[in-house]
């Protein structure tokens, strides 16, 4: 069974740092690019950024281009988001989610953990 | 960057009722477009892609077409656990972008 549980998130003042980080299990974590989607408070979803599968392409949405790293660890099955410079507009859940595999032509995120809250406030 | 606008953004129905919700991209985006559904406090979920393939797993009662810039959701037959948000998603080009969501709530 395909699982992804993040962790790490929680309550900082804007201009403060956080590593987000999501586990991954059930499937071959190497074999698959790897996104971070967020959804702020009462809003609808943002892709955010992502990776693929051996850790040499990243993309970034631009409002977090420079502030926010994305990486992963394929010998431990995680995927990580470090971000720098928070501010009260990075207030959301963010979700890891699978993107496609190295195989595949279409694109889609088939599975998301379960999320973890990031709340940016002074 | 391509821009999703989803309608209505409101829907209220029926269980039975047949509903159909538009997705439109500010650019042709061929058939990359995807949809999703999230039911309150949890993670979305895939139900349709590349338009209309259907996720492994999804009840046959969603179905979804269109290409280009304009995309259709239909669900034949309104379940009660089919009450939830929907939104359409382009994997057309990145930054990758979702339509701002249609809340299908009980008439």
């Known amino acids: 069974e395909v699982q992804l549980v993040e962790s790490g998130g929680g309550l900082l003042q804007p201009g403060g740092s956080l590593r987000l980080s999501c586990a991954a299990s059930?499937?071959?974590?190497?074999?698959?690019?790897m996104s971070w989607v967020r959804q702020a408070p009462g809003e609808g979803l943002q892709w955010v950024a992502n990776i693929k599968q051996d850790g040499t392409e990243e993309y970034y949405v631009d409002s977090v281009k420079g502030r926010f790293t994305i990486s992963r660890d394929n010998a431990k099955n995680s995927l990580y988001l470090q971000m720098n410079s928070l501010r009260a507009e990075d207030t959301a859940v963010y979700y890891c989610?699978?993107?496609?595999?190295?195989?595949?032509?279409?694109?889609?995120?088939?599975?998301w953990g379960p999320g973890t809250l990031v709340t940016v406030s002074s | 960057d391509i821009q999703m606008t989803q309608s209505p953004s409101s829907l209220s129905a029926s269980v039975g009722d047949r509903v159909t919700i538009t997705c439109r991209a500010s650019q042709s985006i061929s058939n990359f477009l995807n949809w999703y559904h999230q039911r309150p406090g949890k993670a979305p979920k895939l139900l349709i892609y590349?338009?209309?393939s259907l996720q492994t797993g999804v009840p046959s009662r969603f179905s979804g077409s269109g290409s280009g810039t304009d995309f259709t959701l239909t669900i034949s037959s309104l379940q009660p656990e089919d009450f939830a948000t929907y939104y359409c998603q382009q994997s057309y080009s990145i930054p990758y972008s979702f339509g701002q969501g249609t809340k299908l709530e009980i008439k």
């Open positions: 059930g499937f071959t974590f190497s074999n698959y690019w």
């Open positions: 989610a699978r993107d496609r595999p190295r195989w595949g032509l279409e694109i889609f995120f088939d599975f």
């Open positions: 590349a338009a209309s």
